[in-house]
């Protein structure tokens, strides 16, 4: 399990010019089961994204098709943590430590 952190490095009229088809990007993901949950920081200055992923290579190749990495608006850090322990709603993606 991965979390994507969004940085914005450009004005927020910038972000909010490609916002449309960034919320495109994050339905197409979530249709395909790869983002599980998402929204803004509080302040306003990026956003953050819990996904799943066969590896951090495949994420991180997903972080760039973003409309707002692609128009080069924000920088992504991107986490990857074993989902141990979970809400019984995510069951499915509750994950073992390596033996």
Same mark, same amino acid.
């Given at each position: ?10 004005? $927020? ?19 395909? /089961?790869?983002? $599980? ?8 200055? /990026? /956003? ?5 992923? @066969? ?16 128009? /080069? $608006? ?7 943590? $074993?989902?141990?322990?979970?809400? @019984? ?11």
């Amino acid at each position: 399990m991965f979390v994507l952190e969004l940085t914005y490095t450009a004005p $927020l009229d910038r972000i909010d010019a490609v916002l449309p088809e960034h919320v495109e990007w994050l339905k197409e993901h979530y249709e395909a /089961g790869t983002f $599980l949950a998402s929204g803004r920081k509080v302040p306003r200055d /990026g /956003g953050v994204i819990i996904a799943v992923a @066969p590896d951090r290579a495949a994420v991180e190749e997903i972080a760039r098709t973003d409309p707002f990495s692609r128009a /080069g $608006l924000v920088e992504y850090t991107v986490t990857e943590f $074993l989902a141990t322990t979970t809400a @019984p709603a995510l069951d499915a993606y509750r994950q073992q430590l390596p033996a």
